[in-house]
């Protein structure tokens, strides 16, 4: 890989902090490490260059492959027999069906022990990297890396300050602030369900997050397998703790009516109208790229955590999704680059550059270029609980399908105990 460090002396500053932090890593002078991922330019860059880190503690030299077709050639690879040393899946899923296949390696059994302790919410970490083995046995393949969060609200400080609302800590008050809104003449929210042949994956997202705030972790996980049914009670109550939100015509802009039909994409903006056509819109940390021209995050548009309920003892559960590396072709190099993935440094380098969040505690925050930036991985930092998107590890004719759909014939007015039967219903036997 070519040497492309990053300002002159700060990269020279990092490389040596990574070769001293990194202390424990072996001598692979003369060792190829091949890795292949879905990350292509700009993000390609960057971490070639946090690999460059590494070959430079370590004497070895890595290839990495990025693909927009990574799912399909990295099954390709691995059934051929000519896989890279380590893969960098961007959902668990399928890192999870390679594994029963007998296509993964575990990772080194300290590695969990690592996790458990250095990242916020360490158990969840441990476990969305767990799968089950060809003869059915549990061990540990992923080491997540670069996590992106869902459980957001976005609003524009200036219009909050204005109205004298005040940021809510709870769902309890998330809900009083809803009805002053509405006491007080405005609109609270903005929902759009509406993204093409995807239409209806919002909801989802809004459904995943309310399972959390109503049900331990272990019932989520149920859920997402299909161990608990679709129209479990539990997941019908989730389903119209969404619709209290979503379906009350005084909540969201355009009304009850407007919600399934109004694009993602657009949502966001009646927070930007004058006056606003809403105050909240509760969408994952990439929506800013569909914000007004111009605005400012930290300024214009800001977020805040979107809560858990005081009442119900759930700690503060996080949704998102994220990327994991895991060994598809063994070798000492493969686990030491796993290892190397440790050092807060890699992560800072990533942190620096803007587009990455981690759950690691013993980051330096002050590496992030952006106060946001900072508030944003400090939700992640506080999580009690850590659950990936459930949508994209259920099965894809339900979580991108039947689910979406599903969520469109609620927010239409179809009855909750209707449509999640009809999703059960639909999943794969």
Not at 32 to 55: C, H, K, Q, R, Y
Request: with cysteine.
């Amino acid at each position: 890989m070519k040497k492309t460090f990053y300002a002159g002396a700060a990269a020279l500053a990092l490389t040596a902090g990574m070769a001293n932090a990194a202390g424990h890593l072996p001598d692979l002078t003369g060792e190829t490490i091949t890795v292949a991922g879905t990350w292509l330019s700009p993000e390609a860059e960057i971490v070639e260059e946090i690999f460059d880190m590494f070959e430079e503690a370590t004497g070895a030299e890595v290839k990495y492959v990025g693909s927009d077709s990574f799912e399909q050639q990295i099954v390709i690879d691995a059934e051929a027999g000519s896989a890279p040393n380590l893969a960098v899946f961007p959902q668990p899923g399928l890192a999870a069906d390679m594994a029963s296949r007998g296509f993964l390696t575990p990772l080194q059994p300290d590695v969990a022990d690592w996790v458990r302790e250095n990242y916020a919410a360490g158990q969840s970490w441990v476990d969305l990297g767990s799968y089950n083995d060809a003869d059915g046995n549990k061990q540990h393949y992923g080491m997540f890396f670069r996590v992106d969060v869902k459980s957001l609200v976005w609003y524009s400080p200036e219009n909050f300050e204005d109205a004298g609302y005040e940021i809510p800590e709870t769902m309890e008050d998330l809900k009083a602030l809803t009805d002053q809104i509405v006491a007080d003449g405005g609109t609270p929210w903005c929902i759009g369900l509406g993204s093409g042949a995807a239409t209806g994956w919002p909801a989802t997202d809004w459904v995943e997050d309310m399972m959390l705030r109503t049900q331990p972790p272990e019932v989520y996980d149920d859920w997402v397998s299909n161990d608990m049914a679709f129209d479990d009670p539990r997941v019908v109550a989730a389903i119209e703790e969404f619709g209290a939100f979503a379906r009350n015509n005084d909540y969201v802009a355009g009304g009850a009516g407007a919600v399934a039909s109004t694009d993602f994409r657009d949502s966001p903006k009646g927070l930007f109208a004058s006056p606003p056509q809403c105050y909240m819109h509760r969408q994952a940390s990439f929506i800013p790229a569909f914000f007004p021209e111009g605005t400012v995050v930290g300024e214009d548009a800001d977020f805040f955590y979107f809560p858990s309920y005081a009442s119900k003892d759930l700690g503060n559960p996080v949704l998102g999704a994220g990327t994991l590396f895991a060994i598809t072709n063994e070798s000492e190099g493969a686990h030491a680059l796993v290892k190397f993935l440790q050092d807060p440094k890699a992560h800072e380098l990533w942190m620096s550059r803007g587009a990455f969040l981690t759950p690691h505690k013993g980051v330096d925050l002050s590496a992030f270029g952006s106060d946001s930036e900072r508030a944003m991985n400090n939700i992640l930092l506080n999580a009690t609980t850590f659950r990936f998107d459930g949508s994209d590890l259920m099965p894809g004719a339900v979580g991108a399908g039947t689910f979406w759909t599903g969520m469109v014939d609620y927010a239409g007015g179809k009855d909750a105990g209707e449509v999640a039967t009809a999703i059960q219903n639909s999943w794969p036997n």
